[in-house]
């Protein structure tokens, strides 16, 4: 677990530089979750570490496999300096967590509700996973344990999670796209879904 996690730093950090901050959360029967965050310009990148450290498993398996199955780290990007957003790290981390507490696979296209704002006055309280690959390259691991995937995370507001549940991931995707939303504007309003 500690090698796994060591990789998946070192990843980040090839990806980002150096973290600028760091903070640990430990939930009950859970292992620690860290958060980083990484400063780029006008730019402010938290992710995860701790999540890839088990495989996650199909809640209907009667036996948990140690080593196989899907394996991923979060990673949430924002406009530094518009919002308070350093309050994310403990959503963040629950987020992390949710595989080990709920048994759930996270994957792209899931939503994610942490059932309060993601940080004081955010008009999110739930996230898009979206498809991995475009920030941080996929950590290959030795076989057979599967590759760890870093997930991007785009915030939801309460409207646009709503209509993500009757139109699909995709379609959310294509209206953002269509109507130039910034997803890394920590104050936007949600995008028109009429």
Do not use: C
Not at 34 to 41: N, T
Not at 57 to 80: H, I, K, M, S
Not at 114 to 128: I, T
């Amino acid at each position: 677990m500690a090698e796994i996690l060591a990789l998946v730093e070192a990843r980040l950090r090839t990806a980002f530089g150096e973290p600028d901050a760091r903070a640990a959360v430990t939930f009950l029967g859970t292992d620690r979750i860290e958060v980083l965050r990484f400063a780029e310009g006008d730019l402010v990148r938290y992710a995860t570490l701790g999540m890839s450290a088990h495989p996650m498993t199909d809640p209907t398996a009667v036996v948990a496999d140690p080593v196989r199955g899907p394996r991923a780290e979060l990673v949430l990007t924002v406009r530094a300096g518009l919002a308070a957003t350093d309050k994310l790290l403990r959503p963040l981390a629950v987020l992390a967590a949710s595989p080990q507490v709920e048994g759930l696979i996270v994957a792209p296209g899931a939503s994610l509700d942490v059932g309060e704002p993601l940080w004081d006055g955010a008009p999110f309280s739930s996230v898009l996973v979206a498809e991995p690959g475009g920030l941080v390259e996929d950590l290959e691991l030795d076989e057979p344990m599967d590759p760890v995937h870093f997930l991007p995370l785009l915030p939801m507001t309460a409207n646009e999670a709503a209509w993500k549940r009757v139109h699909g991931a995709a379609a959310l995707q294509e209206r953002w796209l269509a109507r130039g939303t910034d997803l890394r504007d920590p104050v936007r309003t949600a995008v028109a879904l009429d």
